[in-house]
Nanobody
Framework: QVQLVESGGGLVQAGDSLRLSCAASGRTFSPYVMGWFRQTPGKEREFIAAITWMIGSTYYADSVKGRFAISRDIAENTVYLQMNSLKSEDTAVYYC???????????????????WGQGTQVTVSS
């Protein structure tokens, strides 16, 4: 069983930066892809970024491209989300997720991911 634990959320001002971490634990952790999503009340969970675990290919939602960067540390079983130039509309609960196998649906789809963290709140004040 894989467990994902996010950390690094908090309250920041618009224009600030924040780095989220997601630590994975499990007997053998070797996902195909790791992703970050976010969700605000009353809205569906939204894809933010993804990274293939072994090769390190990255994918971003248009809303964060150029501002956010996803990375991973294979030795530490950790994925990061560096968030720069934060805006008030980035306020949300951020979730990391792991997909075990090569997906049959797009990486942006929730169905690609088998394991989810509990989420970490990011609040950006304007």
């Amino acid at each position: 069983q894989v467990q994902l634990v996010e950390s690094g959320g908090g309250l920041v001002q618009a224009g600030d930066s924040l780095r989220l971490s997601c630590a994975a634990s499990g007997r053998t952790f070797s996902p195909y892809v790791m992703g970050w999503f976010r969700q605000t009340p009353g809205k569906e969970r939204e894809f933010i970024a993804a990274i293939t675990w072994m090769i390190g290919s990255t994918y971003y939602a248009d809303s964060v491209k150029g501002r956010f960067a996803i990375s991973r540390d294979i030795a530490e079983n950790t994925v990061y989300l560096q968030m720069n130039s934060l805006k008030s509309e980035d306020t949300a609960v951020y979730y990391c997720a792991a997909g075990r196998a090569f997906p049959t649906v797009p990486l942006q789809s929730l169905r690609t991911y088998d394991y989810w963290g509990q989420g970490t709140q990011v609040t950006v004040s304007s």
